[in-house]
């Protein structure tokens, strides 16, 4: 396909890990983002990753990209009610292209 | 903050009016973008300037006009616009244009076009 598709919604339990699952569409991709929306703000860079890494690990914030199945996913430990916000996964081709979001909404 | 502000924040306009956008960062970048983001659809590339020139136009309707006086200033222009272009205007910036790049963003304005 030619987007890069992410679920709608996710809801996690405050204290539990948050899986952000995205398929983006061109294996020659050279980057992949993940940006984080919170209510009324623009959207902030959170991580990236080279195409030709298989993992990156910043603190809370750990990025897997599966390259043979165009599969992209941010994992964030303990969450917190902070981290409830709308993530964008996006792709480097000639531009840069992105998924409509995952809002991630945390329970008590 | 981002280094990246909008002017407005809210906007509300009727389908006769002018009005302008403003975006500036702080940040010595080269690259400048506007975005639409609309409910339940993927951010929509709309101009790309590079040292204050336009690399890109994304198929945008002529009652949207950008300019970009400097690599610090970006201006969307609006006149006689539809209320399906009621959406949140990001505004982003970037060292450069091509290649790994980072964009930071601006907090939008909200436009309503009634």
């Known amino acids: 396909g030619e987007d890069v598709e992410q679920s709608l919604f996710l809801s996690v339990r405050e204290g539990d890990s948050s899986v952000i699952n995205c398929t983006y569409t061109?294996?020659?991709?050279?980057?992949l983002y993940w940006y984080k929306q919170e209510p009324g703000a623009g959207l902030q860079l959170l991580t990236y990753?080279?195409?030709?890494?298989d993992m990156k690990q910043d603190q809370r914030l750990t990025v897997l990209l599966n390259k043979k199945d165009k599969h992209l996913s941010l994992r964030i430990a303990d969450t917190q009610t902070g981290d409830s916000a709308i993530y964008f996964c996006?792709?480097?081709?000639?531009?840069?292209?992105f998924g409509k979001g995952t809002r991630l909404h945390i329970l008590p | 903050e981002t280094g990246v502000t909008q002017t407005p924040r809210h906007l509300v306009m009727g389908m006769t009016n002018k009005k302008s956008l403003k975006c500036e960062q702080h940040l010595g970048h080269n690259a400048m973008y506007w975005y639409k983001q609309s409910a339940k659809k993927p951010l929509e590339l709309m101009f790309v300037?590079?040292?204050?020139?336009?690399?890109e136009n994304n198929s945008v309707p002529s009652r949207f006009s950008p300019e970009c006086p400097n690599s610090s200033h970006l201006f969307l222009h609006l006149h006689t616009l539809q209320p399906e272009d009621s959406a949140l205007y990001l505004c982003?910036?970037?060292?450069?244009?091509?290649?790994?790049?980072?964009?930071?963003f601006g907090p939008g304005t909200r436009l309503t076009v009634t």
């Open positions: 061109d294996s020659s991709s050279t980057y």
């Open positions: 996006a792709e480097m081709r000639d531009k840069i292209i």
């Open positions: 300037y590079s040292l204050e020139e336009r690399v």
């Open positions: 982003a910036s970037s060292q450069e244009v091509t290649g790994g790049y980072e964009q930071y």
């Open positions: 990753i080279f195409s030709n890494m």
